[in-house]
């Protein structure tokens, strides 16, 4: 044990120590250039997907806005309570902007990943769709390379399927017994139970759900926030400017200044986000569109909503009260959201924040339940291994609500999760040429006034593509 905590974690210095932080900034300011900042040009088209329940073609498909929901809910959790709370506390103010910058490069990052996942996607039976970067690596890059899909497939279960959701019911059960005096074997039955009901149901049950509880709990949580900031709105240019000059050094608030807001702005901000980390597009592949652009676009949407509006309010709430003090020790992560929402709205606050942790985490769950079944699929054709990683899953759901100190048992996942971007970025850079491809026939689509383009695969006849799962419209 002694020598693989050694290992993984020389593995996690490697990774988000020094390497992948950089590849991920650099290769999002590459992406933006190279798409003529994409993000930007589509960015009024990313709310469209928001204005129609179901915009799929086929109603029995899964739609993109459902697609969108079920990546919101995966994404926003911890990162955006806990993860912002830590970032300005060993950051400064400063590192909410550089989370603002490593988000606005990260939406051209997730639509170009995005966008090859939907491309090189499969249809599986008659409603749905499956895909990802490992469809992606063995369609896209060739045979030869699954090899490289194997390796992400074995880094996404451990990482995202095992070892985080076990850290998702430890913290759904601490919060239940902190804040109601729930005992943690009552909440582990619970949530093992519900969990089991919607996984065993699939995607589609997975994407119903989240379609109710994503709305509920993050317009709850942003409409918390909007009222603090409204009691405080006097206040907030002068937070704004604190944290733009804090950015850039002109104003110290914490040791290591404009170093430690960029380190803790840019890895925050990318844990949150996870674009370019290789786990939303296994999710965009299931939705049913009629250009992969169209699903790049919506999922570079999820990045703007779970950074720039979601942790931008946690952080506006922590900075307009006054439980933070720059440099001070004693009180950071989820303690530090809480108490300061608490010293803005009153004690009740906390329950209220009790219920959306446990609605965030419940999210990532089923999330990362099936993230890890996509991976699965790689690994074996057989019923038997999705029965497994379903029943494996719901038992670590109830072992971290249970037995918190079996969550260190789980030491790898940050790692594994290093290694999987890796691989994820490897096979964005071998296969960036096509997503120009793509977006370049979606621009002249929309030039020769095609209001929603549709990709025709006649035109990508040289690629291995699933002509069933772009079967042309009927109109």
């Not at 979601?310 to 006054?322: E, N």
Request: charge should be neutral; proline fraction near 3%.
């Amino acid at each position: 044990m002694e020598f693989l905590q050694t290992l993984f974690g020389w593995i996690g210095d490697f990774t988000w120590g020094w390497s992948l932080i950089p590849i991920l900034v650099i290769f999002g300011i590459f992406i933006t250039i190279a798409t003529g900042f994409v993000q930007i040009e589509y960015f009024g088209r990313m709310f469209r997907v928001l204005s129609n329940k179901n915009n799929a073609d086929d109603s029995n498909q899964i739609s993109a806005r459902e697609a969108l929901l079920v990546s919101v809910g995966g994404r926003v959790g911890g990162g955006n309570i806990a993860g912002v709370a830590v970032a300005i506390t060993l950051g400064g103010p400063g590192a909410v902007f550089w989370m603002w910058a490593i988000a606005l490069v990260g939406m051209a990052t997730s639509l170009v990943e995005c966008s090859l996942a939907q491309l090189f996607k499969r249809k599986v039976g008659e409603h749905s769709y499956r895909g990802g970067p490992a469809a992606a690596i063995i369609h896209g890059l060739g045979k030869e390379y699954r090899w490289l899909a194997v390796i992400y497939a074995i880094c996404l279960i451990a990482a995202f399927g095992l070892g985080f959701n076990a850290f998702q019911g430890n913290t759904v059960a601490g919060s239940m017994q902190d804040s109601f005096g729930i005992d943690r074997l009552w909440t582990g039955i619970a949530l093992a139970a519900i969990s089991g009901f919607i996984i065993f149901g699939g995607i589609h049950r997975i994407a119903k759900v989240s379609d109710i509880v994503v709305p509920i709990m993050a317009i709850g949580y942003l409409a918390m926030a909007l009222i603090v900031i409204l009691l405080n709105i006097t206040s907030l240019p002068g937070v704004i400017y604190d944290i733009v000059t804090n950015a850039f050094g002109l104003q110290e608030a914490v040791g290591g200044g404009m170093g430690a807001a960029v380190a803790q702005g840019l890895r925050r901000g990318l844990f949150s986000n996870e674009a370019g980390l290789g786990s939303a597009p296994n999710v965009a592949a299931t939705a049913e569109v009629r250009h992969p652009i169209s699903q790049g676009i919506t999922q570079s949407f999820s990045v703007f909503i779970d950074t720039i509006i979601i942790c931008s309010c946690t952080a506006f709430v922590i900075l307009l009260g006054d439980v933070y003090v720059p440099g001070a020790e004693g009180i950071d992560g989820v303690a530090l959201t809480q108490q300061s929402m608490v010293s803005h709205l009153g004690t009740w606050v906390q329950y209220f924040l009790s219920g959306a942790i446990l609605l965030f985490s419940f999210s990532s769950i089923i999330y990362n339940y099936y993230l890890g079944e996509n991976a699965m699929t790689v690994l074996t054709k057989s019923p038997l291994g999705i029965l497994g990683l379903r029943i494996a899953i719901i038992a670590i759901v109830f072992l971290g609500a249970t037995a918190p100190a079996a969550t260190a048992v789980f030491f790898f996942s940050d790692p594994m999760m290093g290694i999987l971007a890796l691989v994820n970025l490897l096979a964005i850079m071998m296969l960036f040429p096509v997503a120009m491809r793509l977006l370049r026939d979606f621009r002249r689509q929309l030039k020769a006034g095609v209001e929603r383009p549709v990709l025709n695969p006649d035109d990508y006849a040289d690629l291995d593509i699933d002509r069933d799962a772009w079967k042309l419209p009927a109109e």
